[in-house]
């Protein structure tokens, strides 16, 4: 190599080194919003961060191939050092299902079809009694990369419960009822067992004998009328969000640490209702 040369490569690699960490994570969404098949399947189910160029992505894909895909795009970003890749395919989660199922003596039993779609699990069939039915539940707890239990077998003689609601609030996103504005999702609170969300947390702000105050309110979803990436409307019937008890952390405490968080939340987002 020549002294010429070396200057070239060592001057490329100061260029990358210098990239920020912003400019390198935007890359990385422009690359891979580019792969079609990323693009229209998988685009909104994973979550992309980078610190001192070591890139983070995590979230659920529908195959493996596009983990590995992924993971490939990444690599090619200049200013990229490292990656973490935490994704989750449908098919891997599916597997663990079954094999903890299976590996349990009280379920291992029972012929249970299972799917999944993004993280969200299904699981089809039927199980004799609710004691079977909460062994099944809470096996399916312990699956750490599960998103949410959509639906679970039918208990013998029972009415089948149907699908369960899927709502994941963003932290951040503004809240409206329909006189306008009445403030942010703070947190959230989930059922470990089923690990969806039960409530959200709404912190409010306003003035009061000319100082500034600011409270948290803990609201169910099912008050959510709309709800996209950014704003969530509450439907007509919530015509104060005062009513609503305010966020005590003896209700509704923190999650515990030893805890994995459905995607895309972390600890510290999500809380526990106390029973």
Known sequence: MTISQAAVEAESQAELNMRSDAAIEQDIWSRLWQEDTIRSLD????????????????GHVGKDFHRRRMEEIIA???????????IVSDHELAVS????ISRDERTRKYFLNVSANHGWVTLIGEVPTIDAFEAVEEVLSRVPDVRGILNLPVVSGLPDPGTRL??????????????????????????PLDRLITHFIVRTSGEEA??????????????????????????????????????????????????????????????????
Do not use: M
Request: glycine fraction near 8%; charge should be negative; include cysteine.
């Open 43 to 58: 685009f909104h189910s994973i979550l992309v961060e980078v610190e001192n160029g070591h890139a983070l992505i995590c």
């Open 76 to 86: 090619s970003v200049p200013g990229v050092s490292a990656i973490s890749n935490c």
């Open 97 to 100: 299902i079954a094999q903890g």
């Open 166 to 191: 899927a709502v994941q609030p963003d932290i951040g996103a503004r809240v409206y009822d329909w006189a306008g504005l009445v403030g942010r999702v703070t947190g959230v609170v989930i059922n």
């Open 210 to 275: 000319g100082q500034r105050i600011s409270a948290q309110y803990v609201l169910p979803v099912a008050t959510i009328e709309v709800i996209n990436k950014e704003n969530i409307i509450l439907t007509k019937d919530v015509q104060r969000i005062s009513v609503y008890p305010q966020l005590e952390l003896e209700e509704f405490p923190l999650a515990a640490e030893d805890w994995k968080p459905p995607f895309p939340y972390k600890l510290g987002q999500v809380h526990w209702r106390a029973y």
